[in-house]
Structure formats: C-alpha cells, structure tokens
C-alpha cells in the first residue's frame, strides 16, 4: 500500500475486510502500515482476530511480538470446578457500566445468567457489551473499571454452584 491519504487502513469496514479475507486464506497474521500508523492483526488461539494499533517504527527494526496469551474460552474451569472465571474475548478498555452516572452491570454478590451483561470492553472506539456466558453469582470483580485489559484476562470471579 501507498502512502495515499485517500486510503485510510484505519476504515472500519476495511478492517472487517482484511479479517474476512485473513479468515478466508487461513491467514494468522496481517501487518500493514500507512505513513506514521501501523496495524497489526492477528488470529488468537480461537480464531478471533485481535488487533493492534501501534505507531510505525521509525526504522525497519522488527517490532517486539507482544506475548500469546494461552487459548481461553470467555467461561473456563477455574480450580475447585464450582468457580469460573470470566475472561475479556478482546483488547481493551475495561467499563463496569454503560456510562459514568450508571450503576455498574453487577457487582460482587449479583447472580447472573449466560445472557447477562457484566461490563463493557471498548476497543477501537466500539464499545462491546459482555455476556456473563455462565450462570452464578459474582464473587470477585479482577479489574478496576477503565482499566486496560488484554484478551484472555480473568475480569470476574463466578461460583457456579450458587
């Protein structure tokens, strides 16, 4: 790609595209930059795409690989198999409500269903609701609301036998 500023890689619907395309090739990884502004997407353990914006290096030095987080689904066992921890499907920014006057979507003590939603992740200027996916109640909130989190990392703690 050129250095056009008629081609914007930032495009939303172009993003869709490129994982599309990377979904249809069987692609794990897409780098692409345009001037000052890079993006990187790359295939996690599920198949979900993640995607980083990070600014174009200044020289042709191989960017540092950030860490693979191990493959999670959103609900996994955690140790005694009554507790399960709820993980982010996503990078982003952590918000236990809808807005900043909103009482949070649970907190510890709430029971929650699978189609439940606990909190927000926004990535990309999209904010995401999250399904609880498990039923229970709520015995630990991981992560301070705008926080940043990574995908994979445990948000909630959920006692299944409740």
Do not use: W
């Not at 500023?5 to 395309?21: A, N, Y």
């Not at 795409?49 to 955690?78: F, G, M, R």
């Not at 807005?99 to 926004?122: L, M, W």
């Amino acid at each position: 790609m050129g250095d056009s500023p008629s081609v914007d890689v930032f495009d939303l619907k172009k993003i869709r595209r490129l994982v599309e395309l990377m979904k249809e090739h069987d692609l794990n990884e897409m780098d692409l930059e345009q001037g000052e502004q890079r993006i990187r997407l790359r295939r996690a353990g599920s198949g979900q795409v993640v995607a980083n914006t990070l600014p174009a290096p200044a020289v042709s030095a191989p960017a540092p690989a950030p860490p693979t987080p191990a493959a999670a689904a959103p609900a996994a066992a955690a140790d005694d198999g009554r507790t399960v921890l709820i993980k982010s499907p996503m990078v982003g920014t952590f918000y236990a409500a809808p807005s900043p006057e909103a009482a949070s979507y649970v907190k510890v003590g709430d029971h929650v269903g699978p189609d439940t939603t606990i909190c927000i992740v926004e990535a990309m200027k999209v904010f995401n609701e999250i399904p609880a996916e498990t039923s229970g109640k709520i015995v630990a909130v991981l992560v301070e609301n705008g926080d940043p989190v990574e995908y994979g990392q445990p948000l909630f703690k959920v006692d299944t036998s409740v």
